[in-house]
């Protein structure tokens, strides 16, 4: 049996299927070892793009494989550089934006997403969505510095102006350690 919420990456990846449409241009903004860049890239189809980004080349070396595999690599462009500078890449407006946050699960765990950087990334990731879309954000309230960013984005994300956005947070009230979390804002028309 499919659990309808089994975690907040699949909660996440319900709205993906929701939101996206084939022809839509949407931005991964942690894209590790490629597996949501590959499920983004199925979901815009040939005429779509995916922008993707990580500091690690290691990251882009998996995801360069991932998408190989797929047979997805004319569907996105793969950059390495923090999502704190997407206006730098990312000119035009885009539909959705994940951040699956943190670490890589089998990769050096101080290399983690940032308050500071992704409240930045997240700034911009405001101004870079069209009306109606959609910014996904995965947060691990699980160690240290995953906890002071979930924080900081609760904070900064309840005081949007709710006639601008819709802000929903989804979590996991009976499990025990701390489980990954999902904020999500919609821009309103
Ligand atoms: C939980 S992993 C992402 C999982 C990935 N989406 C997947 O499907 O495998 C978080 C990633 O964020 C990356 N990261 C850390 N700081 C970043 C930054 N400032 N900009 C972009 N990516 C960053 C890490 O290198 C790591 O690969």
Redesign the pocket.
């Known amino acids: 049996m499919e659990f309808l919420f089994k975690n907040a990456v699949e909660i996440a990846k319900k709205i993906c299927l929701m939101k996206v449409e084939e022809g839509d241009i949407i931005v991964?903004?942690?894209?590790?070892?490629?597996?949501?860049?590959a499920f983004l890239c199925s979901l815009v189809g040939e005429t779509g793009k995916v922008y993707a980004?990580?500091?690690?080349e290691t990251?882009l070396n998996n995801t360069r494989k991932c998408l190989l595999e797929a047979q997805y690599q004319q569907r996105a462009q793969l950059i390495l550089?923090?999502?704190?500078n997407m206006d730098r890449y990312v000119t035009a407006k885009v539909k959705l934006i994940?951040f699956?946050?943190?670490?890589?699960?089998k990769?050096n765990h101080a290399?983690?997403?940032?308050k500071e950087?992704?409240l930045k990334?997240v700034e911009k990731s405001l101004d870079a969505l069209e009306e109606s879309g959609v910014l996904l954000l995965v947060l691990?309230p699980g160690h240290l510095s995953g906890r002071e960013e979930k924080e900081a984005l609760e904070y900064f994300t309840s005081n949007l102006n709710q006639k601008r956005y819709t802000v929903t947070k989804h979590s996991f009230l009976n499990q025990i350690n701390n489980p990954p979390e999902l904020i999500c804002i919609e821009k309103n028309r």
Do not use: R, S
């Not at 991964?28 to 860049?37: H, L, Q, R």
């Not at 980004?53 to 690690?56: G, K, R, S």
């Open positions: 991964d903004a942690t894209m590790g070892n490629g597996n949501d860049t980004f990580d500091v690690q990251a550089d923090g999502h704190e994940l699956n946050l943190g670490y890589l699960p990769g290399i983690t997403t940032k950087t992704t990334a691990y």
